[in-house]
């Protein structure tokens, strides 16, 4: 039962222009998300994070959207670098504990 | 601030083998967990302690995998005997002291094939 879901398994975005990943999520419960970056055979990086009280946080190049009532996650990417190429995982987790649930990845291509 | 060391990075057994890996968390974190990533999916969690404690080993497949964690702080995970559907990469990652809503951090993993 996959309770988070990354629909696209890639994405190929221009250098400088915007990248968008979207994750879905099942479970009413999960109260805070992440967003990690992995590059190959390397450990996953916590990028950015929100908490379910908010609907927006920002970070330099990163913002993240959650959508509570439609369960929907998002991640920006402005604006691209070749740099960010990447497989980009979205996670959740539900307080109390800190059991993180995955979704299967978006490999993000930055086309110099 | 030193990150989570994983040994070894790779390793090769037959089916039926038994096989360990090694993980030691970040210092000062008390939380740490075992996951396996099957190629083209997500981590999935085995198994949790806090400090020498197991929070959660609902998904540890317990016929065959073992983790202890004797002295709360480097850990081990064990796979006897090993199947060929135990290929996949095994994360460590670490939180700090009893944090929900806190980022796990994650080691660079050990890639394990099952011939």
């Known amino acids: 039962d996959q309770q988070v879901k990354q629909n696209s398994p890639s994405l190929s975005v221009q250098e400088g222009r915007i990248s968008i990943l979207n994750c879905d999520y099942t479970n009413s419960m999960f109260d805070y998300f992440l967003w990690y970056k992995k590059y190959p055979a390397e450990g996953p990086t916590f990028l950015i994070s929100?908490?379910?009280?908010?609907d927006k946080n920002e970070d330099g190049r990163f913002t993240v959207f959650l959508n509570k009532s439609a369960k929907h996650l998002s991640l920006h990417i402005v604006p691209s670098q070749p740099g960010d190429s990447a497989v980009y995982f979205c996670?959740?987790?539900?307080?109390?504990?800190?059991?993180?649930?995955f979704g299967t990845g978006t490999s993000l291509t930055v086309i110099p | 601030e030193a990150g989570v060391a994983q040994s070894p990075r790779y390793k090769i057994i037959e089916k039926r083998q038994s096989v360990a890996f090694w993980c030691n968390p970040i210092s000062g974190h008390a939380t740490l967990y075992w996951y396996q990533q099957i190629l083209g999916q997500g981590p999935k969690l085995l198994i949790q302690?806090?400090?020498?404690?197991?929070?959660?080993d609902s998904q540890l497949p317990k016929d065959r995998f073992s983790a202890e964690r004797l002295k709360g702080v480097d850990s081990t995970l064990k796979i006897q005997p090993a199947k060929l559907e135990d290929s996949a990469v095994y994360l460590c990652?670490?939180?700090?002291?009893?944090?929900?809503?806190?980022?796990?951090?994650f080691g660079d993993g050990t890639r394990l094939s099952i011939l």
């Open positions: 996670a959740a987790s539900r307080t109390p504990g800190n059991q993180f649930y």
């Open positions: 929100i908490s379910s009280i908010k």
């Open positions: 302690f806090q400090n020498n404690g197991v929070v959660d």
């Open positions: 990652a670490s939180s700090e002291q009893g944090a929900s809503n806190q980022p796990q951090h």
